[in-house]
């Protein structure tokens, strides 16, 4: 198991937010919330690599969204913000050194890699103010043809899907009902009591790496027999970032 995760730019107080006030953000403080993330991937048994960091771009942290990856392949994404764009070219360049065969998503078609949930062979993929259709259609071509189904969601309450939505292991979908457009657009849907609560990552067989900021979404987990462990992202969630933002896992060139 790999993670891909970029060590933010010090210009990150800089960082675009689209659905929320700005606040200010401690770029010492936001460093340190990075290493502690890095180092709870690294205890779950992930090896984490380094994309050269885009010291010009200051949401170049949130490394999830320049790419979405399926089984060998790594679509390069189009990020919708034109100050973003030039975060994929050592994403790029760090996920072929890796094997993975690469395809890109083209002019005039956007896509952020955070709009894009995959559950199994089912991926979904938010429609809204980053990804727009042609960027959908362009990864529905690429992806159906190795056996995916690609399936867009309407989006306007957050920036991405994944804003709003993750899954649990079992495949059921996890969401902040105010923040999601359609929750029946999924099969299963569980609500979370709270924003944070949304928005886990399967580090481990049992274990949802989450924000510690949500302690009743943590006791529903828990519940349910998975294992939390909770991070402290909060200068990241003042731009709109979440648990999912900051890496981007690789679980194998077959799966």
Known sequence: MK????????????????HIDRSPVDYVLALGQWEAYVAALQAAGWDTIEVPP???????????D?????????????PGADARKPETVDAEKTVE??????????????????????????IYVGRGGRTNDEGIRQLRAILESLGATVVAVPLSKVL???SAVTALPDGTVIGYPPLIDDPAMFPRFLATPEE????VVLIGADKLLMANDCPASATLFTSL?????????????KLEGCVTCLSVRLRGLDG
């Not at 320049?66 to 189009?78: D, F, G, K, L, Q």
């Not at 944070?196 to 928005?199: D, E, I, L, R, Y």
């Open 3 to 18: 993670a891909l995760v970029r060590r933010p730019s010090q210009r990150l107080a800089e960082g675009i937010v689209t």
């Open 54 to 64: 885009a010291d010009d771009c200051p949401d170049s942290a949130f490394i999830e």
């Open 66 to 78: 320049t790419m979405v990856v399926y089984r060998n392949v790594a679509v390069i994404a189009r």
């Open 97 to 122: 050194s890796l094997g993975y065969s690469i395809n890109r998503i083209r002019p005039p078609g956007t896509l952020d890699g955070g709009d894009v949930l995959k559950i199994g062979d089912t």
């Open 160 to 162: 991405h899907l994944k």
């Open 196 to 199: 944070s609560g949304a928005h």
């Open 225 to 237: 027999g998975y294992e939390p462990v909770l991070v402290d992202i909060g200068e990241y969630i």
